[in-house]
């Protein structure tokens, strides 16, 4: 079963504009993390976030998480042409289950 | 810089034909996995071995598919005869640690006619 949720499914914006990607999910986390995928090639790890953690920031990326509300948000501040790409959560629940990918967010940003 | 391979990247068979994906772990990772992706279902895991030792392989249709870690350096993914639901990108991916962080090799490309 699913258990991240990616919202919205598909994002077109302009370059220079900020892009928001969101992620549900349905048990308790060790850690999320997100992933890139480019057109035609493997996933790609962005940024992974502790279940005690809050917000974390690489470069442009910025990544919350509400444990209370089981959700997560990746933020793309200044997007550029080469965002374009898929981006995948993933969640880490328990034990040695391994990591639960959603079905990702297509983000396109147009020059 | 350390990186998952797979081979072959492009693969175009007839269906009854068997063919055999093969991919390298980064050397050290301990977990690898395989996973298909199609547009209509998305990333799907087939299959995930820890030490070389299959832990999970639920996802896998076992009456066609098989996988197997030969060694640590090698994993390889089996599908006889090949039906045209078979199409899709395989993936690898490997990784080491209790954050389950993966690394994903660039995907085999299959067709079946």
């Known amino acids: 079963s699913q258990q991240g949720e990616e919202d919205p499914q598909a994002l077109s914006i302009q370059e220079g504009e900020n892009a928001t990607m969101n992620c549900s999910y349905k048990?308790?986390?060790?850690?999320l993390q997100w992933y890139r995928q480019n057109s035609g090639r493997g996933l790609v790890h962005l940024i992974l976030?502790?279940?005690?953690?809050r917000e974390k920031h690489s470069g442009r990326l910025r990544v919350t998480l509400d444990t209370s509300k089981k959700s997560s948000s990746l933020l793309i501040t200044a997007s550029r042409a080469a965002d374009t790409a898929s981006y995948f959560c993933a969640t880490d629940t328990s034990g040695n289950t391994p990591l639960v990918f959603g079905k990702g967010t297509r983000l396109s940003v147009i020059a | 810089d350390a990186r998952v391979t797979q081979t072959p990247r492009h693969k175009v068979t007839e269906m009854g034909q068997e063919v055999t994906m093969r991919c390298q772990p980064i050397l050290g990772h301990n977990t690898v996995f395989w996973y298909r992706q199609t547009m209509m279902q998305g990333l799907e895991l087939l299959a995930y071995?820890?030490?070389?030792?299959?832990?999970?392989d639920s996802g896998m249709p076992k009456d066609r598919f098989s996988a197997e870690m030969p060694d640590a350096t090698l994993a390889t993914l089996k599908i006889q005869p090949s039906e045209p639901r078979d199409s899709a990108v395989y993936f690898c991916a490997s990784g080491i640690g209790g954050e389950k962080t993966q690394y994903f090799g660039p995907g085999t490309r299959l067709l079946v006619l």
């Open positions: 976030i502790r279940s005690n953690e």
């Open positions: 071995f820890r030490n070389r030792a299959p832990l999970d």
């Open positions: 048990t308790s986390i060790n850690n």
